[in-house]
T-cell receptor, first 110, second 115 residues
Framework: NAGVTQTPKFQVLKTGQSMTLQCAQD?????MYWYRQDPGMGLRLIYYSASEGTTDKGEVPNGYNVSRLNKREFSLRLESAAPSQTSVYFC?????????FGPGTRLTVT | GQQLNQSPQSMFIQEGEDVSMNCTSS?????WLWYKQDPGEGPVLLIA?????ELTSNGRLTAQFGITRKDSFLNISASIPSDVGIYFCAGLNRNYGGSQGNLIFGKGTKLSVKP
């Protein structure tokens, strides 16, 4: 089992460009999550999906959209990237309680 | 919103020493989790705790769910160089964030070991 996979691993965008971060899990979990990690801020929840077909905002949703494509896949979209969105993005999946993280996407917006 | 206070923020220790870190909150949690993150990687789950007073071990790691449900502790015995990394605590309250309940993370304890 691969667990949680994320693509791409690195990305550089110019301000105003758009992109989609992809995430997939093979653990048959109902719930999936998107976090961002900034120095000194820990992990902050952007959006989550409790089950296929549902999505909800987390702590820092502004500037992002998500799609739960099916049970396995949960994507995060930046419609118009801003320098403040420079961060490391982690996808996670799990039940109510334990969460398992992917390797992350390091995004730089110039 | 809910917050977790994790301490210490960083620590340097000699190889072979024991390490202790903790997380405290003003809110009650139903579950406490401890993660380790290596540079350039995602957090890896080390230990999960589900009941107040619970003490759980994973090799040289031992974690406890505080009796008040507002704190948790992680101990690492006989540290080795590969223990280097950032350790995060996370708490879950099923009454927060709807029925889903979402994790609240501490800001991490950065562990550095001198070989």
């Amino acid at each position: 089992n691969a667990g949680v996979t994320q693509t791409p691993k690195f990305q550089v965008l110019k301000t105003g460009q758009s992109m989609t971060l992809q995430c997939a899990q093979d653990m048959n979990h109902n719930s999936m999550y998107w976090y961002r990690q900034d120095p000194g801020m820990g992990l902050r929840l952007i959006y989550y999906s409790a089950s296929e077909g549902t999505t909800d905002k987390g702590e820092v949703p502004n500037g992002y959209n998500v799609s739960r494509l099916n049970k396995r896949e949960f994507s995060l979209r930046l419609e118009s990237a801003a320098p403040s969105q420079t961060s490391v993005y982690f996808c996670a999946s799990g039940g109510v309680g334990e969460q398992y993280f992917g390797p992350g996407t390091r995004l730089t917006v110039t | 919103g809910q917050q977790l206070n994790q301490s210490p923020q960083s620590m340097f220790i000699q190889e072979g020493e024991d390490v202790s870190m903790n997380c405290t909150s003003s809110s009650i949690f139903n579950t406490w989790l401890w993660y380790k993150q290596d540079p350039g990687e995602g957090p890896v789950l080390l230990i999960a705790l589900y009941k107040a007073g619970e003490l759980t071990s994973n090799g040289r790691l031992t974690a406890q769910f505080g009796i008040t449900r507002k704190d948790s502790f992680l101990n690492i015995s006989a540290s080795i160089p590969s223990d280097v990394g950032i350790y995060f605590c996370a708490g879950l309250n099923r009454n927060y964030g709807g029925s889903q309940g979402n994790l609240i993370f501490g800001k991490g304890t950065k562990l550095s070991v001198k070989p």
